[in-house]
């Protein structure tokens, strides 16, 4: 197998692996969530979302 | 051929980001967009923050240095007077200045050199394809998710509080913040003037801008370029600039890479039949929130999702791409690197993209004393990565 086709084959199987664990996660932890406004700044909410910096 | 290639990634790009607002709501859908449109800079124009590093270290080239400050300076002028006038729906990158923060860049700044990529640069690179970073994601996702369930007994060491310039009122903390990052500037120059003209540096700028696909410039004027500012480093911190305020406007909170990634390994560990439960950081709010939730509802994980999608956009946009296949030494070597890379980011309270620039565009203290350990655990990594090759 060439260089390209391998390339192709490991993008391929890699994005394949991602959906597949997005959807099962989003399967499985399913759940009533509150969804936040579309856009933080004007919507009168403070950020709640997990940060590096410790939040 | 080429058109079709092009509409393919652009239909599965909003696809992907149709897919996200109707499972998690319009803002994770925008925010999926934001990280596509980080993934396409940092490929298409090879705007790595180690590289820029290690082009300095070794060849003393301050492009990338140059391009960093003008980021970091960009960045604050958007966020600033942005956060403090949100009256707190947006928040900076703001962290104490403890003993893990120093402990934890030194050995962010060393590993990232061996891994061949940061938090963002490991992120874009692989999802261009890049071999070694499909090698160290797995790797720096465990370290992330030990990192942050350890990071309470690091902090638990003691240090300063943090410190925020933006107390001092939002005109004086984008001012030092501009000096500072000029200071840097300056000094990069000046030690490249002093250095006399690399042939192999002219000739590294010239095949990044020869594969950077938005700016790219024939191979021919690429030499031209690298002997002043190459386009692509400062096209490059201008448009990741406008997409840091975009982010910060639509999340609430700066840009991050190393909490999704942690919340990656976390979700993983969840699935084999660890339970975060009594864990001092992920069995806490509100990071015990982010695992109770789909992965796409976290924001830091869709913005990297959409990240890795841009990059493999911008690296198919001209055309098939290529790779090489590194040495199982060189492989072992950025898989350990991964590891530390990931553990220490989180005593250091973030990467070059959280702590770094975060910090810094948040006018917090702990930024800089991110950028001095990172850079100095930089020199060490660039020494170590010389003996392995590569």
């Not at chain 2, 004027?221 to 480093?233: F, K, L, T």
């Not at chain 2, 911190?237 to 999704?260: C, D, E, K, S, T």
């Not at chain 2, 098939?320 to 070597?333: E, G």
């Given at each position: 197998m060439d260089n390209k086709k391998l390339f192709r084959l490991a993008t391929a199987v890699f994005w394949l692996f991602v959906l597949a664990l997005v959807a099962m996660d989003t399967a499985s932890t399913g759940g009533v969530r509150v969804e936040p406004p579309p856009i933080a700044l004007g919507s009168g909410q403070a950020a709640s979302g997990g940060h590096c910096s410790g939040r | 051929m080429r058109w079709f290639t092009r509409l393919f990634l652009v239909v599965g790009g909003l696809a992907g980001v149709l897919a996200v607002m109707l499972a998690a709501g319009v803002r994770q859908g925008l925010l999926a967009l934001l990280g596509i449109g980080f993934g396409a800079v940092l490929q298409g124009a090879r705007f790595g923050f180690t590289t820029g590093w290690r082009d300095f270290i070794e060849r003393r080239d301050p492009q990338g240095l140059w391009a960093q400050m003008l980021l970091m300076v960009l960045a604050a002028a958007v966020s600033l007077p942005l956060i403090a006038g949100s009256g707190g729906e947006l928040v900076g990158a703001v962290a104490p200045l403890t003993i893990s923060l120093v402990l934890g860049a030194f050995l962010f700044g060393a590993a990232m050199q061996l891994a061949d990529g940061c938090g963002s640069g490991t992120l874009y690179k692989a999802g261009a394809g890049a071999p070694l970073s499909f090698a160290v994601l797995p790797t720096f996702a465990l370290g992330s998710f030990v990192g942050a369930s350890h990071q309470p007994g690091w902090i638990a060491l003691g240090g300063l509080p943090a410190v925020d310039l933006l107390a001092f009122g939002w005109p004086v903390a984008l001012a030092i913040t501009v000096l500072a990052c000029?200071?840097?500037?300056?000094?990069?120059?000046?030690?490249?003037?002093?250095?006399?003209?690399?042939?192999?540096?002219?000739?590294?700028?010239?095949?990044?801008?020869?594969?950077?696909?938005?700016?790219?410039?024939?191979?021919?004027?690429?030499?031209?370029?690298?002997?002043?500012?190459?386009?692509?480093?400062?096209?490059?911190?201008?448009?990741?600039?406008?997409?840091?305020?975009?982010?910060?406007?639509?999340?609430?909170?700066?840009?991050?890479?190393?909490?999704?990634?942690?919340?990656?390994?976390?979700?993983?560990?969840?699935?084999?039949?660890?339970?975060?439960?009594?864990?001092?950081?992920?069995?806490?709010?509100?990071?015990?929130?982010?695992?109770?939730?789909?992965?796409?509802?976290?924001?830091?994980?869709?913005?990297?999702?959409?990240?890795?999608?841009?990059?493999?956009?911008?690296?198919?946009?001209?055309?098939?791409?290529?790779?090489?296949?590194?040495?199982?030494?060189?492989?072992?070597?950025?898989?350990?690197?991964?590891?530390?890379?990931?553990?220490?980011?989180?005593?250091?309270?973030?990467?070059?993209v959280g702590a770094y620039l975060g910090g810094i565009a948040s006018a917090s203290l702990h930024g800089w004393v991110w950028f001095a350990l990172a850079f100095a655990g930089s020199m060490l990594g660039v020494r170590i990565r010389q003996r392995i090759g590569g």
């Open positions: - | 000029g200071l840097v500037a300056w000094l990069a120059g000046r030690a490249a003037q002093r250095t006399p003209a690399s042939p192999q540096a002219a000739a590294m700028q010239s095949v990044r801008t020869a594969t950077a696909s938005f700016v790219a410039a024939p191979v021919a004027a690429a030499p031209r370029a690298a002997a002043g500012w190459s386009r692509r480093w400062w096209l490059g911190a201008l448009l990741l600039a406008a997409l840091y305020g975009l982010h910060l406007i639509v999340a609430g909170q700066p840009w991050g890479i190393v909490y999704g990634i942690g919340v990656w390994g976390a979700k993983i560990a969840t699935a084999l039949g660890w339970s975060a439960v009594g864990d001092p950081f992920w069995g806490v709010d509100p990071h015990a929130v982010r695992l109770a939730e789909p992965l796409l509802a976290d924001v830091t994980s869709v913005t990297n999702l959409g990240l890795i999608y841009g990059a493999l956009a911008a690296s198919r946009w001209n055309g098939p791409a290529d790779f090489k296949v590194p040495s199982s030494r060189r492989l072992i070597a950025a898989c350990i690197a991964g590891l530390v890379m990931g553990y220490s980011s989180r005593m250091a309270f973030g990467c070059n």
